[in-house]
């Protein structure tokens, strides 16, 4: 069973296929590691065993009568705890929706579904997927399976922990200012933030309507472009899915897994190694960069203009859009309650203090006040101008490169609690993420190797819109090379 855990969801689901492996024996392998490890790491907030098994029969049932092909049948998945599943407690990992029990299922989830996934269980994330960390979570923090002392990042860092630890063999997660990429990197596996637009964010709990986006995160490259493949397309009920009548908008990312980036224009933004990154890390993704030189990808350093700008902006138009989102938990419809109250404004107040946690109350507060009646213009309307400066900033630097590569984070795994008394050097640690869901540009991050404390480095390559094969094929290129010269490490738990 334990060599069941070391596959990657490629290599199982062509096992289940070949009849050498069952689903239920995929499953069973799975819980079974879940129950094992997940007390120590804290990667899940639900767990459907019971559900789980039995999709798993009904995965080989069909398998084995050839109703069922592709490359996850039978594959057990983990999902964020922001993406409803009908019938399955989802709550965003915030106390206010407890109880919660959705009368429906997300696209990106029942896309999943319908391709034969066995759903394992929702894995834990910052609350409401505010946070750099996993640490705001109602449910307590989840840890780093390569240093339990270590933070495994946010607001994805339940989905990249469980990967990491083998406690699925994929999961999905969200991106609103890197909140897919930063935990891979942290968690040494690899996420894909996808174009705004390439998946439904239907049944997906909303922080940041106009900068969240699903995506995977995996073991490897060829895991995550199979599954980006699997959930992507146009969704009518999402009114911002992208209509994919464009060529360029195909969506057969596994037929990017070529290695080759034989003159690939790569280029590297200067503003990105200027200060606060740790020499490691600088050292680290620079190499990277190298090796993809040494490949025959034409690599150039430039400016790209716009960064200092890009935490401000972001803050300011994802708590816009929180302070929004959030107003529907009330108390009313579904979710938590407050026990006493006096009144139907009483019963507000007090459900919303007592349900938010710390973190969603601060982004609510500031999002309240950036659009509020005299702050609107001097705020908001400033911080959407820049964004749309960081785009011409990017649009203009793909004119000249097929990809922009650089660090995902100015630093490794934090210490647990270290950015939780400062939020604001939290939120900097996203400096090298947001600008790319400002611009609503597709990005994957990818180890490429180890800071002095053994902690994983991560970089990311980011592509034009509706681009993910440019970046695929060079993370692919990169992947391989790295993997033949550098000895294949994991949590040791």
Request: with cysteine.
């Amino acid at each position: 069973m334990s060599d069941i855990l070391t596959l990657s969801a490629v290599e199982l689901g062509k096992k289940i296929a070949a009849g050498e492996i069952t689903s239920v024996e995929a499953t069973t392998a799975y819980l079974d590691r879940i129950e094992a490890v997940d007390k120590d790491i804290n990667s899940y907030v639900t767990v459907d065993r019971e559900g789980a098994l039995n999709a798993a029969e009904e995965a080989d049932r069909k398998i084995a009568a050839g109703e069922l092909k592709g490359p996850f049948a039978g594959v057990p998945v983990a999902i964020k705890d922001n993406m409803c599943i009908e019938g399955m407690l989802t709550t965003c990992s915030s106390h206010i929706l407890d109880g919660f029990y959705p009368p429906y299922t997300s696209t990106a989830v029942q896309l999943l579904m319908d391709a034969g996934a066995v759903i394992l269980g929702h894995t834990n994330m910052d609350e409401f997927a505010m946070g750099s960390t996993t640490e705001t979570s109602y449910y307590g923090p989840t840890k780093n399976p390569w240093n339990l002392d270590r933070v495994p990042g946010g607001s994805s860092g339940g989905s990249a922990a469980a990967v990491a630890a083998d406690e699925c063999a994929i999961a999905l997660g969200s991106d609103t200012g890197g909140s897919i990429r930063q935990p891979a990197s942290f968690c040494g596996v690899t996420g894909i933030k996808p174009t705004y637009g390439r998946v439904s964010r239907y049944g997906l709990i909303a922080y940041g309507s106009s900068l969240d986006q699903i995506g995977p995160l995996g073991k490897n490259v060829e895991d995550c472009a199979a599954m980006l493949e699997v959930i992507s397309g146009h969704d009518p009920k999402d009114s911002t899915s992208a209509i994919e009548e464009n060529s360029k908008d195909k969506t057969d990312f596994t037929s990017a897994l070529i290695d080759n980036v034989e003159g690939m224009k790569i280029g590297v933004p200067r503003d990105y190694f200027l200060s606060g990154i740790d020499e490691d890390v600088k050292n680290t993704v620079l190499a990277a960069a190298e090796t993809l030189k040494a490949k025959g990808a034409i690599v150039e350093e430039f400016d790209l203009g716009m960064v200092e700008y890009a935490i401000p902006a972001y803050y300011v138009i994802a708590c816009a859009e929180a302070s929004s989102n959030l107003e529907r938990f009330d108390g009313v419809k579904y979710g938590y309650r407050t026990g006493e109250y006096s009144d139907l404004h009483n019963m507000y107040k007090k459900t919303r203090s007592e349900g938010f946690g710390t973190e969603v109350k601060r982004r609510i507060m500031l999002g309240s006040f950036v659009l509020s009646s005299g702050y609107y213009d001097a705020y908001y309307v400033k911080a959407l101008k820049v964004k749309a400066l960081i785009k011409q900033a990017f649009d203009k630097a793909f004119e000249k490169y097929d990809v922009i590569l650089g660090p995902v984070a100015p630093t490794t795994a934090l210490k647990c609690g270290e950015s939780l008394s400062d939020p604001i050097k939290m939120y900097l640690g996203d400096i090298y993420t947001v600008s790319v869901n400002l611009a609503g540009l597709p990005g994957i991050s990818l180890p490429c190797g180890y800071d002095r404390n053994g902690l994983p480095i991560g970089f990311q390559l980011l592509g034009q819109t509706f681009d993910e094969k440019s970046i695929i094929r060079a993370a692919y290129t990169f992947e391989k090379c790295f993997n033949e010269n550098n000895e294949k490490r994991r949590p040791e738990l």
